[in-house]
């Protein structure tokens, strides 16, 4: 599968419109309309705002494989922390690191003090 039809697959999936796609990613709907039929490529200036666009990585959308994670799976309170975390602003994400950095601090001197004893 190339990238023109990753694009158009992915449009089809998440039901956005070939006239919105090419609003959001700047690019005139005649080109968009041109990598469909003339199996044209997008310029390498918009694949970044394609990816971000289409919510895909760059390896996906170049390749049509996702690259493997070396980051363990999340459980669901993991998932549910960074649900909300994406959504706080860039200060109050900065509070909750400190705090939760103390916390995990607080927690390794009652582990020390339990281990002396």
């Given at each position: 599968?190339?990238?023109?039809?990753?694009?158009?697959?992915?449009?089809?999936?998440?039901?956005?419109?070939?006239?919105?796609?090419?609003?959001?990613?700047?690019?005139?709907?005649?080109?968009v309309?041109?990598?469909?039929?003339?199996?044209?490529?997008?310029?390498?200036?918009l694949?970044?705002?394609?990816?971000?666009e289409?919510?895909?990585?760059?390896e996906y959308?170049?390749?049509?494989?996702?690259?493997?994670?070396?980051?363990p799976?999340?459980?669901?309170?993991?998932?549910?922390?960074?649900?909300?975390?994406?959504?706080?602003?860039?200060?109050?994400?900065?509070?909750?690191?400190?705090?939760?950095?103390?916390?995990?601090?607080?927690?390794?001197?009652?582990?020390?003090?339990?281990?002396?004893?």
């Open positions: 599968m190339t990238v023109a039809e990753r694009i158009f697959r992915i449009l089809e999936e998440k039901k956005i419109s070939q006239k919105a796609f090419s609003e959001a990613v700047g690019a005139n709907e005649k080109t309309s041109a990598w469909r039929s003339r199996g044209t490529k997008p310029s390498i200036d694949i970044v705002p394609i990816a971000k289409l919510n895909v990585s760059l959308l170049l390749t049509g494989e996702e690259q493997k994670s070396s980051l799976e999340l459980t669901e309170n993991e998932q549910a922390i960074v649900k909300v975390f994406k959504d706080l602003t860039d200060t109050q994400q900065g509070e909750i690191i400190g705090r939760a950095k103390a916390m995990a601090e607080q927690n390794d001197k009652e582990y020390l003090r339990k281990e002396s004893v």
